[in-house]
């Protein structure tokens, strides 16, 4: 994150003017353009400016809190600052000029938006404990709860797009309202927000309408960042009202959901789903894969489930990292497991990297900022019954601080993880305490051990629970057991993976320019396989091109009936610099591949150290 900071995250506003437009202080807009006819008509891109803008310093708020780092927490109140002093009268904070609020008969953006500030605010708010700021947004919530309600519908408009159906994510904001003060209002808000949405047979991004989820075999179909985060919303309020229809519907939109990942952990969709299967050649989104692991984080806090940490860490931990550059100077908006080029032909240029995306949409570069301090961020969550303690569901080198039955507690995280299957955990208690500390055991780890001198130490279902009277200084060890295993794709052919990390053949590239920015350092770049002579290949960019692999890619993995591990050897590097591992591997698989019928050296890597790679292989036929 300390990195990104000098990447696009932390820079996003010199790069692109959607992120410094001030739409929700100067900037505000209308919820219509005027041709140059001069006829008014309603559009979408009213509200993207307030998307990026949002999207974007919730992402980099969260890093410089995270990361104490001064600058960019300096940036961060300044525009907090600004948001208080353009509030409106009345309470208003969103992107439109008094005119437009509230009454957008088509297309518009309004609960959209909101909901991005608000989220970004309320983290600030948390972050820093001002009050000011918590009363902003309870201000600006209630006045728009006010406008909407029983007869007075925000999502069955006559033409209502993408903007509308994203504003059922106002339901964020009163979950998070709600878990604040207690207030049942925004419970009873975020119910007609659901059922007026069932309503809407206009909407486009129909997937978690009630009726869709019930129906188990009914396939996901549309837009996928749409899809992605609507599962939080019958999740919660399943949570909070007890409806077993809304039980069943949450469970069915997961069960839905794993039908359509890759082995990276990514839903695929090329804009959209389409009911596609989850081919490992398929695109998928970097807004898809945030919203993905900020889903299953909010499952795995309300049920325990680990299944959804293990979803929430394949796509942060692989997907997500195979789609940027580890400078965090650029992302691919589209990105695909088995990729053999990476440029702007077609798709508005989506599956180039480039440090804003303007060219299509400034949407998943603020995702991407946002991915890493989500996954942070909730990497330790709290257990309150049968009695308080500290879970640790994501692991990762960090330290957390929080109050024990009243007691200030600091457990620090030491590790290389997901590069090593080793977790030394000190605790560190103002004064001698009794509690849990529960600790989730991958299933891919069949053999871990759990040690803490003096604890009692129990296994339940996927976590271990380590119960002791802290002292300070008290440690505890957690040591995985990997090994490498198949992941059997959609289409037949195999990957490789090892413990967290999903493994690829990184194909060779060459990086060429298309476009530089005004920021020294960043550009567009197109991604191009060299050849055998060690030239990049040029080729055609239609869709068939960018799927199949050229000939000198085209291998299979040995029987794995007569070569366990399919031959392959696990290889730790003794002089990796573990600050940047994404940058070159620390951890390998050696072995061969079979191309014709002769075996070829080969070393695989996680596939977030690659940007051209072939994940998954046919599999050579046992004579």
């Known amino acids: 994150?300390?990195?990104?900071?000098?990447?696009?995250?932390?820079?996003?506003?010199?790069?692109?003017?959607?992120?410094?437009?001030?739409?929700?202080?100067?900037?505000?807009?209308?919820?219509?353009?005027?041709?140059?006819?001069?006829?008014?008509?309603?559009?979408?891109?009213?509200?993207?400016?307030?998307?990026?803008?949002?999207?974007?310093?919730?992402?980099?708020?969260?890093?410089?809190?995270?990361?104490?780092?001064?600058?960019?927490?300096?940036?961060?109140?300044?525009?907090?600052?600004?948001?208080?002093?353009?509030?409106?009268?009345?309470?208003?904070?969103?992107?439109?000029?008094?005119?437009?609020?509230?009454?957008?008969?088509?297309?518009?953006?309004?609960?959209?938006?909101?909901?991005?500030?608000?989220?970004?605010?309320?983290?600030?708010?948390?972050?820093?404990?001002?009050?000011?700021?918590?009363?902003?947004?309870?201000?600006?919530?209630?006045?728009?709860?006010?406008?909407y309600g029983p007869g007075r519908t925000y999502f069955q408009n006559p033409e209502p797009a993408g903007g509308v159906g994203h504003g059922l994510m106002f339901v964020d904001v009163l979950e998070w309202l709600h878990r604040l003060t207690g207030d049942k209002a925004f419970v009873d808000f975020a119910?007609?927000?659901?059922?007026?949405?069932?309503?809407?047979?206009?909407?486009?991004?129909?997937?978690?309408?009630?009726?869709?989820?019930?129906?188990?075999?009914?396939?996901?179909?549309?837009?996928?960042?749409?899809?992605?985060?609507?599962?939080?919303?019958?999740?919660?309020?399943?949570?909070?009202?007890?409806?077993?229809?809304?039980?069943?519907?949450?469970?069915?939109?997961?069960?839905?959901?794993?039908?359509?990942?890759?082995?990276?952990?990514?839903?695929?969709?090329?804009?959209?789903?389409?009911?596609r299967k989850p081919d490992p050649s398929l695109p998928y989104e970097y807004c898809a894969m945030t919203e993905l692991l900020i889903g299953a984080q909010s499952a795995l806090a309300k049920t325990g489930d680990a299944g959804f940490a293990r979803m929430a860490e394949n796509v942060a931990l692989n997907a997500a990292q195979g789609a940027r550059l580890p400078d965090g100077k650029a992302i691919s908006y589209l990105s695909r497991d088995n990729r053999y080029r990476a440029t702007h032909q077609g798709a508005l240029g989506r599956f180039g990297y480039s440090p804003t995306h303007e060219q299509a949409a400034v949407c998943c570069n603020p995702n991407a900022g946002k991915l890493m301090p989500y996954y942070v961020s909730r990497m330790w969550m709290r257990q309150d019954i049968p009695e308080e303690g500290l879970v640790a569901v994501l692991y990762g080198p960090g330290s957390v601080t929080t109050r024990i039955n009243g007691i200030a507690v600091r457990i620090d995280e030491e590790t290389h993880y997901p590069f090593s299957e080793e977790i030394r955990f000190t605790v560190h208690p103002e004064r001698e305490t009794t509690f849990p500390i529960i600790l989730r055991n991958p299933r891919w780890s069949q053999q871990t051990q759990a040690v803490a001198e003096g604890a009692a130490i129990q296994r339940n279902g996927d976590y271990y629970v380590v119960r002791k009277r802290w002292q300070a200084g008290d440690r505890v060890t957690l040591t995985f057991k990997a090994e490498i295993s198949p992941i059997r794709a959609i289409n037949g052919e195999t990957a490789l993976r090892r413990g967290p990390l999903l493994y690829a053949l990184p194909i060779p590239h060459e990086r060429r320019t298309i476009r530089t920015y005004p920021v020294a350092g960043f550009a567009d770049y197109d991604m191009l396989p060299l050849g055998v002579d060690g030239a990049a290949t040029s080729a055609p960019g239609d869709e068939r091109a960018m799927q199949e692999a050229p000939p000198q890619w085209q291998y299979r993995l040995p029987s794995a009936g007569e070569h366990p591990d399919f031959g392959f050897v696990f290889h730790r590097d003794p002089d990796a610099d573990m600050l940047y591992p994404w940058d070159r591997s620390p951890v390998r698989l050696d072995g061969s591949l079979i191309r014709g019928s002769d075996p070829v050296r080969a070393s695989l890597v996680p596939i977030g150290c690659t940007v051209l790679r072939r994940v998954t292989f046919p599999v050579l036929e046992q004579n």
């Open 191 to 275: 119910r007609f927000c659901y059922e007026d949405y069932n309503l809407s047979r206009k909407l486009r991004d129909k997937d978690n309408q009630l009726d869709r989820l019930l129906d188990i075999r009914a396939p996901f179909l549309w837009h996928t960042p749409h899809t992605m985060e609507h599962l939080r919303v019958p999740l919660w309020l399943y949570f909070v009202t007890g409806n077993p229809r809304l039980g069943q519907a949450s469970r069915n939109g997961f069960t839905k959901t794993r039908r359509f990942l890759t082995p990276s952990g990514a839903c695929i969709g090329d804009e959209c789903i389409e009911g």
């Open 1 to 147: 994150m300390e990195r990104d900071l000098q990447g696009f995250t932390g820079l996003l506003d010199q790069l692109s003017m959607r992120a410094a437009s001030d739409v929700y202080g100067r900037g505000q807009v209308t919820s219509f353009e005027t041709t140059p006819a001069g006829m008014e008509v309603d559009t979408s891109r009213t509200w993207w400016n307030g998307e990026t803008e949002a999207v974007w310093m919730d992402g980099l708020l969260r890093m410089a809190y995270l990361t104490d780092n001064d600058a960019a927490r300096a940036k961060v109140d300044a525009y907090m600052r600004h948001i208080l002093d353009t509030q409106a009268e009345d309470g208003y904070i969103g992107i439109y000029r008094p005119e437009c609020r509230y009454r957008h008969p088509k297309e518009n953006g309004e609960l959209w938006t909101q909901s991005r500030i608000f989220v970004a605010m309320l983290a600030y708010y948390e972050a820093t404990g001002k009050p000011e700021i918590l009363q902003a947004v309870e201000k600006a919530a209630r006045l728009t709860m006010s406008q």
